[in-house]
Structure formats: C-alpha cells, structure tokens
C-alpha cells in the first residue's frame, strides 16, 4: 500500500533534514511540509550549488515531484515570495509543483512584531525565537483569531487584516507603552499576497489523499526537531508546532493508518539555536572545533550554534515517541580527528542516575561512556564497508542504545556525500 513516509529531526533542529528529503524526493510522488514556518532554513547542495529553502518543501529541484505546504504550516507571504524569486533565478519554475493548503495560517507583519516584543519582554529569559512571528501565529491559530490562505481570496480580507493587526498593536502596547507600532512591510505584505495568489492554493488534504488512492507514496518533512516540539520538547524553550510524527496527521490531513517508515535523522553530535537547557553542551574548544568543522552557524539567522556530545537519553526519547523505524546519521564526517568521543548514557539529577527525561532539563548532567575516535578524512566514501572500524563501533552503539537500525549515513553536504547502510 502506497504510503506517507514521515522525516524528521531527532534533535533541537538542523539535523540536516533538508539535504535527506532532497536525495530521498526521486523516490516519492510528493514531498509535504506539515509544520513551522520561516523560521526553518533546509540547506540543499548539489552541482556546486547551495539552496536555503524556509517554506518550500525540499523536493522543489525536482519537476516529477510535487511539492506541498500543508494545513499545518504557517506561511509568511513576504518570504514566500521571496524564496519564489530565489529559485526562479536560478532557472527553477515552483509554480508547476508548488501547492499549497488553504488552510495555512498566515503570518502577518504585526505577528511580527509582536515576537520581537514579547521576547523582549522576557528578557534574559528569552527563547532565542527566529523571531518570523511563529509562537503569535499559531496562538491566533488555536485561539481562532487567525487568517488562513483562503481568506486572501475573500473580499472582506483587508478588513478582517485591519482587525487583527488592531489586535495585535492593543497587546503591543500593554506589553510595553513605549513599543514601535509602525510596520514597514505592510505594502510588501500586500503585494506578495499577489504572488501566493498566483500558486495553485487548493484543499491539499484531497489531494494528499488521492494520491495515496491513485498508489504514489509521499514523503512528508519536518521541520525543528523533536525536542523542540511544543508538547515534548523542552518547553518553553520549543517551537510553537507538533515536530513528532503526529504532527504529520493533523499537519497534512492523513490518517496514522497511512504512515509508512518514521525516518529520524540526527546528528553524530549535537546542536542547538536559541535558549534552553543543552545537558551534553560543551562550552570549551571541544565544542568549538566541533563548531568550526561542522560550520555550526543557523541557516536561517545567521547565529553560532551550541554544540556538544551526543545524548542518547534524549535520542532513545525521540525514537520512542516518534516510532522512529530507521535512524538517519548526520555529519558523521564532522567528528573526524577526534581522539575520543563522548556519548552521553544516562543523566544525574537530583542525586540520582536516571534514563527518562524529566520535565525540566535545567539541573541535569550527563554521565558519558567514551568510545574511540577516527582520524580519516570520511568525505569521498562511496561505500559504507569503507568507514573506518571506529566510526561502525559509534554506529553500533548507537544502534544498540536506541534499538533501531542506522540506514543512513551522511558523510559532507552534498547528494553524493550519503552512503546507504
Ligand atoms: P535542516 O534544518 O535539518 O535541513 O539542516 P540545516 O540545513 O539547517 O543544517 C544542516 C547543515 O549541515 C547544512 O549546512 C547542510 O548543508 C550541512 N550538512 C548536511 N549534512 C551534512 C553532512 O553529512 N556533513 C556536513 N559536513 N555537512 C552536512
Ligand atoms: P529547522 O527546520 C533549529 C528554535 C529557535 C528557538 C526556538 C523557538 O531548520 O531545523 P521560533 O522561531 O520557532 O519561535 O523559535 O526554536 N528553532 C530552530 N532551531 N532549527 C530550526 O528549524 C528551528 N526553528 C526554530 O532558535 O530556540
Ligand atoms: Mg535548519
């Protein structure tokens, strides 16, 4: 039965989704995003070139493969367009394969805005958001104040528009009376709603579903990670969506009785942008020559990304809740030329050795077992029999740890830099 394989990350983001769904998209009759927004950034190398998609789904270079943007994705028109604009320099037509639901919410520059104030409001307590406006989206969404992507095409658009940004600027000002209420962008706003218009905006849940019925298999992409998911994640320090697996249901508009593999990729360490606990974190020149060798900066801002070890008490978390069938591993070639590595195994909190994650990651630390490192260079690999027997040693254990096979491993940023296990 034609199926909807689900890719997600594992992690805090960045894990390297976009390159995965870019290889993966030949097998595919579509590729869908089911949530989060601009504030994503899916880098995609290939032919010397490097593409950072925020909203379009990862198979876009790929004319056979459709590509939608599901009900449950939050859409700001400005960058939309902009990513539009993009691709069509560089000689792509995302309209012939570009949908979108009618039911995604939109992001409006007074969204915006209230972001950056609501996170300065926090102060040192900050999230660290993108700030593209995603957490006062989806609270317009759940609090059903939002404006979705069929409205655009209502007449009374503009006025229901004026009456949420009225909104919007109320709340601005109780947050903080010396706030700045003007919006710059709202002229762009209005006139990239003309590009979206152009698109093919349609119910992709029909769609979805008939494609399904017709016996192609779509493959739908996460966006975040898993534990910057808003129930399981390290809340408050998450994103505003579901990143799990069922966040593809409710996301795309597909029963769970039609999802196929649960493919989680993650990386041979681990990452993370913005505020929040990170247990494995290393603050030293450890983490720094991960960093450096591993370009650890955000795709989307710009920002130094915090590394550290791998955590395998987070990992065993995010394969059980997604049901992960096979694990992806990312940027296996970043940890050569280490002597050793550190993999953490259980977490000491109160005193105690515990394997579960509590709710509050703040007072954790790891306990770490160490395994040995590899020094060969792993990027012009073509076949997996060639990694060195450090590299399938730190595979196995991690196999072990998470009882679930590694079908992937991922050896620089290219296409061709992937070896199947
Ligand atoms: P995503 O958000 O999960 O799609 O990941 P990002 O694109 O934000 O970040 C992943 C970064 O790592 C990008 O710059 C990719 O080009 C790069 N990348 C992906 N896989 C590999 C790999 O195996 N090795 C190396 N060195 N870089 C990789
Ligand atoms: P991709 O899809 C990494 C982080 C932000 C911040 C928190 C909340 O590229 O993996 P938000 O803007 O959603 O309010 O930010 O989540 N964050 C990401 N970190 N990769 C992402 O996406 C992220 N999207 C959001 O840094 O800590
Ligand atoms: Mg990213």
Redesign the pocket.
């Known amino acids: 039965m034609s199926a909807v394989d689900v890719l997600l ?1 594992l992690q ?4 390297g ?2 390159k995965i769904v870019d290889v993966l998209s030949a097998r595919y009759g579509a590729v869908a995003r089911f949530q ?1 927004g601009p ?4 880098t995609i190398h290939f032919d010397g070139k490097k593409f950072v998609l925020h909203t379009i789904p990862s198979g876009i270079f790929r004319e056979e493969c459709q590509n939608i943007v599901g009900n449950g994705v939050v859409i700001d028109p400005i960058r939309f367009e902009q990513e539009l604009i993009q691709l069509r320099h560089s000689g792509y037509q995302p309209e012939r394969n570009l949908f979108i639901s009618l039911r995604a919410h939109l992001i409006l520059p007074s969204h915006r805005l209230l ?1 950056a104030v609501s996170e300065r409001a926090k102060g040192k307590d900050k ?6 406006g ?2 006062p989206t989806y609270m317009d969404k759940t609090g059903r104040n939002g404006l979705r992507v069929g409205d655009v095409f209502q007449a009374d658009f503009e006025d229901r528009y004026a009456r949420l940004k009225q909104k919007h600027m109320d709340i601005v000002r109780s947050i903080d009376s010396n706030a700045e209420t003007e919006l710059e962008d709202e002229a762009s706003f209005f006139s990239s709603l003309e590009a979206l218009r152009a698109l093919r905006c349609v119910n992709t849940e029909y769609l979805l579903n008939e494609m399904l019925s017709r016996g192609e298999s779509i493959l739908a992409e ?4 898993t534990l ?1 998911d808003v129930e399981f994640g390290t809340y408050p ?5 579901n990143t799990t697996a069922s966040g593809a249901c409710s996301g795309l508009g597909i029963s769970p009785r039609r999802i196929g593999k649960v493919m989680g990729i993650f990386k041979a360490y681990t990452t ?5 606990p990170f247990p494995t974190e290393l603050l030293d020149e450890t983490g720094q020559k991960i960093r450096d060798q591993g370009f650890e900066y ?4 710009g ?1 130094p ?1 915090r590394c550290g070890w791998l955590d395998l008490v987070a990992l065993q978390y995010a394969v059980m809740l997604n049901g992960v069938t096979d694990l992806m591993m990312m940027k296996s070639d970043v940890l050569s030329g280490f002597e050793e590595l550190q993999l953490c195994t259980s977490y000491r909190y109160q005193s105690q050795d515990i394997k579960e994650l509590p709710i509050e990651l703040r007072g954790v630390s790891a306990n770490y077992t160490r395994l040995a490192g590899w020094n060969e260079d792993l990027t012009q690999l073509k076949k997996a029999e060639q990694l060195p027997a450090a590299l399938k040693q730190y595979i196995q254990f991690i196999e072990a740890a998470t009882s679930t096979p590694i079908s992937l491993v991922s050896v620089g940023p290219g296409r061709e830099q992937t070896l199947f296990l």
Do not use: M, Y
């Open positions: 990350g805090w983001g960045d894990e989704k976009g989060g504030n994503a950034g899916h972001d999230i660290g958001s993108t700030l593209r995603i957490g996460g966006a975040q990670g910057l320090f998450v994103t505003s969506s993370r942008v913005g505020s929040g955000g795709s989307t801002t920002r990304r």
